[in-house]
């Protein structure tokens, strides 16, 4: 119970240091948050098909692999993007957490962080 409520605690700092920072930042780095992105959205997809009831232990593990596979090739664009403006470092950390962390306990910091990097007008 109480790694749970540090991971929480980790989770909602990350984002809100990621909507603080984002006041300060260059349009390359939205761009390559942006595209960082894409391929998060694609891991959470498979992450989401993962967690289906009846499917098997060997498919989940599959999905599972899958997910991760994908949300680790968005690495390169969310570390340009915090190159670029450090506001974009709780992607980047978010991202990197998933080697440590279960992508399920990630899903809803991830999927706040992409809606700011997507929204129109992504420095709130």
């Given at each position: ?49 993962s967690e289906f ?72």
């Amino acid at each position: 119970m109480a790694r749970l409520s540090r991971l929480r605690g980790l989770l909602v700092a990350l984002v809100l240091a990621g909507v603080t920072l984002s006041a300060c930042g260059a349009g390359g780095a939205v761009n390559d948050a942006r595209s960082s992105c894409r391929l998060v959205k694609r891991a959470l997809a498979v992450q989401a098909q993962s967690e289906f009831a009846g499917i098997s232990a060997a498919t989940r593990t599959t999905l599972q692999a899958k997910a991760m596979n994908e949300l680790l090739k968005a690495t390169p664009m969310a570390a340009a993007a915090t190159s670029a403006d450090g506001s974009w470092n709780a992607l980047m950390t978010t991202i990197n957490e998933s080697e440590r962390v279960p992508l399920q306990n990630l899903v809803p910091s991830l999927t706040r962080l992409c809606k700011v990097a997507d929204s129109s007008s992504p420095y709130l």
